[in-house]
């Protein structure tokens, strides 16, 4: 009991300071006076550029330095305040020994009325040691928390962090790691609503091909996640005759079977670290993908979620001699409603190697009928720019809805259809607020520089996409008073 108690004594120490309520700037706010970084492909869908790297936000202390928006926007949050305003939450995926600072999170009020920001903070400041924080996603009230957390986890093992999982508080800026959920590679992680009442957080590996593992974390309630009153499981498929742990196993119309199994995450009187946390997967018999990069819960059914893994093109499956996946693939998982450790039904449900037009399946967002999916084309130059898709869950049919509107070294922009080197990076279903069908999405553009910001690590933007569905919010009328 005194071991456990000191592991978790340890273990909840928070990281950082708090932070009150961002104060809005001086009048309704300005919009980037940069060209979108993406181009619709559609009539029917539109963007909107928000704020770009190396944009500046006044305020009304001239004690206070002005917010800066730094480079390398990533995962994204939202929320709306009581004020007519909403909050979006900015992971940078920023290394931890780089001039411009580590991994951050970046806070930006907006007005909803004309998405001008407003003003702009940093909730994790750069200076705490954290690296890459490639993704990020908000636990809300629907998902189980009492108190709005952004959650963000280290993409990389080679930061003091070792690959550490991290929950925001967005009202008042308390950062809390959460090692108990693995010191390993996370990509994006998504919380699925069960049929127990539990909460689960899926939590996928974005390592190196064959040490990549399905994750998931099981605990009673959103306190208990965020105290380590739970456990780490890994994901293992029932056994075939082939014997091989690989996921080439499943195709899209052999789906598998198998159990989160539980993983140990202590070390002596600390957490396990990564090679500890990768030797007790194996062991356990985990499945090995390729680059797991994010996953998302079904929005209109329990127990279900979809994953991607952004293949690799020098990773082969030893039976066949062919790549266990070289363009990428979506997996749909669903879980057993009596019993969320069991998995019922993993199957694939796009292939680029077998006919569907997708090429590095990164991040992923749903809504009630589709799933949406953005392409990291592996930052080389050629035919395959990053686009942003959407598939339908009901017709099974993919569409291509815009792509990056990608520029040279030089500043030429490229012809529609040439590209690879920009991605987009983050997108979250930004309904509530903008109205049906709208979304909150990220670009990194390495190869731009940015003088201002000691031409590091490129630029990039945030944007709002309109898709095919939307529809203007409703102007809530002013109360009456007596």
Avoid at 93 to 109: F, H, K, N
Avoid at 339 to 362: E, N
């Amino acid at each position: 009991m005194r071991r456990a108690a000191l592991l978790i004594a340890v273990a909840i120490a928070t990281a950082g300071f708090t932070h009150g309520p961002l104060i809005p700037g001086p009048g309704s706010g300005v919009r980037t006076a940069t060209p979108a970084m993406v181009r619709s492909l559609r009539e029917d869908v539109s963007v909107v550029p928000i704020l770009t790297v190396g944009d500046t936000l006044a305020v009304s202390d001239t004690a206070t330095v002005p917010y800066v928006f730094p480079p390398m926007p990533s995962g994204l949050g939202i929320l709306p305040t009581n004020s007519g305003l909403a909050e979006i939450y900015v992971a940078h995926d920023l290394p931890w020994d780089r001039l411009v600072g580590g991994a951050r999170v970046s806070r930006i009020a907006i007005d909803i009325r004309n998405l001008g920001a407003l003003a702009g903070d940093f909730l994790i400041e750069g200076i705490d040691g954290y690296s890459r924080f490639a993704s990020g996603t908000v636990g809300s009230a629907r998902d189980g928390f009492l108190i709005p957390k952004f959650l963000v986890g280290e993409d990389r093992i080679d930061g003091p962090g070792r690959g550490l999982f991290t929950a925001v508080d967005t009202r008042d800026g308390t950062v809390t790691n959460l090692p108990w959920l693995g010191r390993f590679a996370h990509g994006g992680s998504a919380i699925v609503p069960t049929s127990t009442g539990k909460m689960a957080l899926i939590l996928p590996e974005d390592d190196i091909p064959g040490e990549s593992q399905l994750y998931m974390y099981l605990a009673d309630n959103d306190d208990a996640l965020l105290h380590g009153r739970g456990q780490l499981f890994v994901f293992r498929a029932d056994p075939g005759q082939d014997r091989t742990r690989l996921s080439s196993r499943a195709a899209r119309n052999a789906p598998l079977t198998g159990h989160f199994v539980s993983i140990d995450v202590t070390f002596g009187n600390d957490y396990a670290p990564p090679d500890r946390i990768e030797a007790r997967a194996q062991s356990a018999g985990c499945t090995n993908f390729v680059r797991l990069r994010d996953a998302t819960p079904d929005r209109s059914r329990a127990n279900i979620f979809y994953f991607a893994d952004a293949g690799a093109n020098n990773f082969y499956d030893p039976r066949t001699g062919r790549l266990v996946t070289g363009a990428g693939r979506i997996y749909r998982v669903e879980l057993d409603p009596f019993d969320p450790t069991h998995v019922v039904d993993l199957r694939v449900i796009l292939d680029g190697d077998d006919g569907d037009d997708i090429y590095g399946p990164d991040a992923l967002a749903s809504d009630s009928r589709y799933l949406w999916i953005q392409e990291d084309p592996g930052g080389v130059r050629g035919l395959h720019p990053s686009r942003i898709l959407r598939y339908d869950l009901d017709a099974s049919r993919l569409e291509i809805l815009a792509e990056c509107a990608e520029r040279d070294a030089k500043g030429a922009v490229l012809s529609q259809g040439v590209g690879g080197v920009w991605k987009t990076t983050g997108i979250v279903d930004a309904s509530e607020i903008f109205g049906a069908d709208t979304w909150l999405i990220s670009v990194q553009a390495p190869n731009q520089k940015q003088a201002r910001l000691w031409d590091q690590l490129g630029s990039g933007q945030i944007l709002l996409l309109r898709g095919p569905g939307w529809t203007a919010p409703k102007e809530k009328k002013p109360s009456k008073r007596g």
